[in-house]
């Protein structure tokens, strides 16, 4: 776990420029800052900042403490689950709690590294989209410079359909659409939030289950933002169990995160033509929790 320092701009403090100030307060690398900047990793009364952020006396600061990143890439000896691999393209089901691409804390064990450590590191391959750390599913990796250009045309152009399982906090009894613009959350860096000036998102769901005071759903991206599902979920009052940035953990069980999975992908494959329809099993934590809202 990163250490997060928290503290009030002392006295005497005009104007001065945020970066270099934290990196006064708290002994810190250009390196690091450069870190802390990239990655979100500190604000300023609850706004991100940026390069050219400044502080004041009575500022609020909080700052994520960013580990050191290795020199080169190293390596992850993870046994990837791989749903389907050509030369082209290859589908894994990415597990729970595992970070998609090297950051701060995760530099090493996360998904890129185990690609490169199943691939080598004289292989091509991208990761072709995200998903967030607590969500599981599929994940499409391209293997050639050409297939990239393809299916990025394809996730531009929403003819790769991707299908999510969620639990939900609520009954949700109709299918329905969330249409609201996302952006960064004015009201804390860590978040993202449905803003006016956002940038549009869509989220069609379909209720599967009903639980407890809870929803299983089926879900469809037209877009695919950051932390849109949870986002968009949580702003019409029904955020996802175990989400603890945007709702609440689930007290009766550690999920890990919000109960997110990547069910399944549809794409045409970029050599052959194809309809390829990829389905990752549901994790065990699904019916786990299900059981206990029942």
């Known amino acids: 776990m990163l250490e997060v320092k928290e503290w009030t701009v002392e006295e005497n403090v005009e104007n001065e420029n945020a970066a270099a100030y934290i990196g006064r307060c708290l002994s810190l690398s250009a390196n690091q800052l450069k870190t802390i900047v990239k990655y979100h990793l500190c604000g300023i009364n609850q706004c991100m900042i940026t390069e050219k952020s400044t502080v004041k006396s009575g500022d609020e600061i909080s700052c994520t403490i960013p580990d050191p990143r290795p020199v080169h890439d190293i390596p992850y000896a993870y046994d ?7 030369h082209y393209v290859s589908v894994i089901n990415k597990p729970r709690d595992m970070a998609v691409i090297p950051g701060p804390g995760n530099w090493n064990e996360n998904v890129a590294m185990a690609l490169l450590n199943r691939y080598g590191k004289n292989a091509y391959f991208r990761i072709a989209h995200r998903i967030d750390k607590c969500t599981s599913g599929c994940l499409l990796i391209t293997r050639t410079k050409k297939a990239t250009k393809l299916m ?37 860096f860590r978040r993202m939030g449905v803003r006016e000036d956002g940038r549009y998102a869509l989220t069609m769901y379909e209720p599967l289950t009903q639980l407890n005071d809870a929803s299983e759903v089926k879900i469809r991206l037209k877009t695919g933002r950051t932390h849109q599902i949870r986002v968009h979920f949580a702003a019409i009052g029904h955020p996802l169990i ?53």
């Open 80 to 86: 990837l689950d791989v749903l389907y691999e050509d």
């Open 242 to 294: 175990g989400d603890d940035l945007y709702g609440q953990p689930f007290e009766p069980y550690d999920t890990k995160g919000a109960l997110l999975h990547a069910r399944t992908l549809e794409f045409i494959h970029p050599f052959t033509e194809e309809k390829m329809v990829i389905t990752a099993p549901v994790p065990s934590c699904f019916e786990t929790v299900k059981e206990l809202l029942r």
């Open 152 to 188: 990025a045309y394809q996730l531009q152009n929403h003819t790769c359909a991707r299908e999510y399982l969620a639990i939900v906090k609520g009954n949700l009894y109709e299918a329905g659409t969330i249409e609201l613009p996302l952006e960064r959350d004015p009201n804390n």
